[in-house]
Nanobody, 124 residues
Framework: QLVESGGGSVQTGGSLRLSCTIS????????LNWFRQAPGKEREGIAS???????SYADSVKGRFTISTDDTKTTFYLQMDSLKPEDSATYYC?????????????????????WGKGTQVTVS
């Protein structure tokens, strides 16, 4: 189970930190993701964190957003700085895990099975 928190309304240029608490998820190889979807737009993968500590970001958020986890890997975060109105969306955390072979080549990042219900971020 994944549960997001930390969404809300903020002015342009402000910051928010989203949290995603994970339960019932225990894999040696995994990928943790943040996605977002704005009304009328397709869902966009914006940040991922893999079990080998690799972090990846969409160009739209690179340099402004940071994905991280706590030491126990039971919570992961999305720090969002320099927010813009176009960042307004529902943000979802997602995760996938499996064998090393299963997760290789970005498969786990591209195909998350575990999803949160989303949290709204509005930038004005």
């Amino acid at each position: 189970q994944l549960v997001e928190s930390g969404g809300g309304s903020v002015q342009t240029g402000g910051s928010l930190r989203l949290s995603c608490t994970i339960s019932g998820f225990s894999y040696k190889y995994y990928c943790l993701n943040w996605f977002r979807q704005a009304p009328g737009k397709e869902r966009e993968g914006i940040a991922s964190y893999e079990s080998d500590f690799t972090k990846s970001y969409a160009d739209s958020v690179k340099g402004r957003f940071t994905i991280s986890t706590d030491d126990t890997k039971t919570t992961f975060y999305l720090q969002m700085d320099s927010l813009k109105p176009e960042d307004s969306a529902t943000y979802y955390c997602a995760a996938e895990g499996g064998s090393q072979q299963y997760c290789s080549g970005g498969h786990c990042c591209a195909n998350p099975s575990y999803w949160g219900k989303g949290t709204q971020v509005t930038v004005s």
